[in-house]
């Protein structure tokens, strides 16, 4: 009687085990990895959507700075925040349902919120305006609140729109 295949099949079901234990490992070592992944990104993009809020209005109120070129508007709706506040043409960024808006309007036309364009979601923005400091507080869908403090260089600004 011969005894060596007997061996034989032993050897391939210990390579076969070491193989699926290698298999085991990879594929664990992967899930791990995808998971940071996508905590990561998500991570990210939440900070990036807060961030693209605040660094838009900065945008525009660096792009409006100039003397008496910058208003708060208490009455409108939550508030508003008036760019070119002493042209023919204004600018309102404001929040309306869930979303800040812009609207570009004649400063004689009645002001209708709906009008606006949507730019990013926002739940809500709380301005205020002191001795040439702009505060704007953005609260993102997620109930946090972003703060952002301009000095305005082209003068004061007004705490209401003209």
């Not at 660096?62 to 508003?80: E, H, T």
């Amino acid at each position: 009687m011969r005894q060596k295949p007997i061996q034989h099949h032993i050897e391939s079901l210990a390579a076969l085990l070491l193989f699926g234990v290698f298999a085991v490992c990879v594929l664990a070592v992967l899930l791990t990895g995808a998971d940071a992944y996508r905590g990561l990104t998500q991570r990210d993009q939440e900070a990036y959507d807060r961030r693209s809020c605040t660094q838009y209005i900065a945008t525009r109120v660096r792009q409006a700075d100039y003397a008496q070129g910058i208003a708060v508007d208490k009455d409108f709706g939550g508030g508003a925040l008036v760019l070119d506040a002493k042209e023919k043409y204004r600018t309102w960024l404001y929040c309306q349902d869930g979303w800040l808006m812009e609207l570009y309007c004649l400063a004689a036309e009645p002001l209708e919120p709906e009008s606006g364009q949507k730019l990013m979601e926002a739940e809500d923005m709380e301005l205020s305006m002191k001795d040439g400091l702009l505060t704007v507080a953005i609260t993102t869908p997620q109930g946090e609140t972003d703060t952002l403090l301009l000095s305005l260089r082209g003068g004061e600004g007004e705490e209401a729109a003209p």
